[in-house]
């Protein structure tokens, strides 16, 4: 299976890497998600920060998201196999990759997406 094949985050939702950490954490409970892509002034990705990279903040006003981005941005494409990803959060220690189709940013996926996918695959049986 593909990561093509699987329902994605399509909704990317981003921060800047110069906005403050208050701000962060506002889109996350907005939205109810546990990662923010971060880019620079000229939009472009820069790295991710997660609810977990929050939990180091002492200062939410007074500290920028990119003191606490995780850089550089792990990648992953619409061919990757699920199999791919899982092992590459397993070695790099996350939950959280950017999909990009070419230079463009098409979604993000999770852990919890990974094991909802293979509850459902095996369901199914």
Do not use: W
């Not at 593909?2 to 889109?27: E, F």
């Not at 546990?34 to 006003?61: N, W, Y």
């Not at 606490?68 to 792990?74: A, M, N, Y």
């Not at 061919?79 to 189709?101: A, P, T, Y």
């Amino acid at each position: 299976m593909l990561v093509k094949d699987m329902k994605l985050h399509l909704a990317v939702h981003y921060v800047n890497g110069s906005d403050n950490t208050q701000t962060a954490r506002a889109l996350m409970r907005k939205h109810r998600i546990g990662a923010l892509l971060v880019v620079d002034s000229e939009k472009s990705p820069t790295g991710i920060i997660t609810s977990h990279d929050l939990l180091e903040v002492d200062d939410f006003v007074g500290t920028t998201v990119g003191l606490h981005t995780s850089s550089p941005l792990i990648t992953v494409t619409p061919d990757d196999s699920i199999r791919r990803v899982s092992d590459l959060m397993m070695k790099q220690h996350c939950h959280h990759l950017v999909v990009v189709s070419g230079l463009e940013v098409t979604g993000m996926i999770s852990s919890l997406d990974i094991v909802n996918f293979y509850l459902q695959a095996y369901n199914s049986d």
